[in-house]
């Protein structure tokens, strides 16, 4: 695909993902800082994320929710940056996490324990009993096996750990395979024909007390109707539940909501939002809180990654922009075969637009970023990759030994360093030869 979003020479690019990252005078921006200086100042490759941008993210759902009972659980594994968990904190924001490492990093900020419920498929006991002592608000339970460990965890320490069983609707997210999670056929969440006989299993473990009813179908995900069809399961079920003397104080949608990468059509979380209140009533529900997750819809669009073309090569075959990201940096355009719009941080006039593939140093076939981009370009020009703020950093790699990237927040016309650029010392301080 040709991005035919960035213009032939001389014309300005636009940034499609985020008004927060702009040109202004030739120059892209994040917010009122030039991204130019800061490649500058700290180095390449660089994330560079938008306070401003993750605050209009957050914005959206809180004007969606209006005075309805919502919890927004930020799902943190898209981005876990301290910087950017403090900022969600700070906004009341609760969160989804999927290890005890990560309810660290909530704790570490400052957030609310009694806002966080704990999703993943393989949680130790003891990262149970982290949660427990902490007093989470929810576990997500994916399986009969794990209501076990927690009830016998919980029942230890003299506690019921409040549970929502996460149950798999079998609904089609139209998404990527690797990143749908809601199909019959992947590891996450119980079958929803086995949930009823699994719900009367865990309301009778003595260390376990039933609180909520959970989904997460999948994820980028920009239609309602996969989310209402799992909805509607729910519903059912709720009503099962019910004829069952089992009660459901609240219901988790999961996460999922999509980003602009490219020229997608995008679900706000207005429209969502109506959808589901509106089916909550009618089927006598209204009064029921509602739990979301959303990871990437929060920080996708807050966040570019930042890189310094290396080298032009020609082969016979194809022209390659070689820059110092690489796929250790930014794994999705390999990993899921992702599209990220790819701009010039200084568009130039004075070079011939040819159409490239961008690719890193690493010595891997997959190490590509961005194929068939049209792009006027020399040496030592600076690149950045939108709609990176979500699953980019945090899926980074040392892959052949290269430390990873910085990252910095620009809030108006300042910035902060969120996190240094690690050195080749720090990667090896953790080894050690046998003499
Ligand atoms: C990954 C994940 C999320 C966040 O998904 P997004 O698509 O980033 O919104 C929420 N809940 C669970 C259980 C997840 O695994």
New binding site residues.
């Given amino acids: 695909m040709t991005d035919t979003r960035v213009p032939a020479a001389g014309a300005q690019a636009t940034p499609v993902g985020s008004p927060y990252f702009a040109y202004r005078d030739g120059v892209l921006h994040a917010e009122s800082v030039s991204v130019a200086d800061l490649a500058e100042r700290l180095g390449t490759p660089l994330y560079i994320y938008s306070r401003a941008a993750l605050h209009a993210a957050y914005g959206a759902y809180r004007d969606a929710i209006g005075s309805h009972d919502v919890l927004v659980c930020y799902?943190m594994?898209?981005n876990s940056n301290l910087a950017v968990l403090r900022e969600f904190a700070k906004m009341g924001a609760g969160f989804?996490i999927?290890s005890a490492g990560e309810l660290q990093r909530v704790l570490a900020v400052g957030g609310d324990p009694s806002k966080v419920v704990f999703?993943g498929v393989g949680k130790q006991a003891s990262e149970m009993r982290l949660a427990l002592e902490v007093g989470v608000k929810c576990f997500n339970v994916e399986s009969i096996p794990e209501l076990h460990r927690l009830s016998a965890v919980a029942a230890s320490m003299g506690k019921r750990a409040p549970v929502s069983l996460r149950v798999n609707p079998d609904v089609d997210p139209k998404t990527h395979p690797y990143i749908s999670t809601g199909l019959k056929e992947n590891k996450f969440g119980i079958a929803i024909e086995q949930a009823l006989d699994a719900y009367r299993n865990a309301a009778s473990l003595p260390g376990i007390k039933v609180v909520g009813l959970d989904c997460?179908i999948g994820?980028?995900i920009t239609e309602a109707s996969p989310f209402l069809d799992a909805l509607d399961k729910l519903l059912d079920l709720l009503d099962l539940l019910a004829a069952h003397d089992i009660h459901i104080d609240h219901l988790d949608l999961?996460?999922?909501?999509g980003i602009r990468y490219s020229d997608e059509t995008l679900l706000s979380p207005t429209t969502l939002l109506n959808a589901v209140f509106e089916r909550l009533l009618a089927r006598g529900y209204g009064d029921r809180q509602i739990v979301l997750?959303?990871?990437?819809?929060l920080a996708g669009n807050a966040g570019i990654l930042v890189t310094r073309v290396e080298y032009l090569k020609h082969t016979d075959s194809k022209l390659f922009l070689i820059v110092d990201a690489a796929m250790n940096d930014l794994v999705r355009p390999t990993l899921y075969d992702a599209y990220h719009g790819v701009l010039p941080v200084v568009p130039r006039t004075d070079v011939v637009t040819r159409n490239y593939d961008v690719v890193g140093p690493i010595c891997e076939s997959g190490d590509w970023l961005a194929r068939n981009r049209d792009l006027a370009v020399a040496e030592g020009d600076l690149l950045a990759f939108e709609s990176a703020g979500?699953y980019g950093m945090v899926m980074a790699s040392n892959y052949n030994t290269r430390p990873r990237a910085a990252e910095v927040m620009v809030d108006g016309a300042n910035f902060h360093v969120v996190r240094s650029r690690e050195t080749v010392a720090q990667l090896l301080a953790l080894e050690s030869t046998l003499g």
């Fill in positions: 799902g594994k898209a989804d999927v999703s997460h994820s980028q999961g996460g999922g909501l997750e959303p990871g990437r819809s979500a």
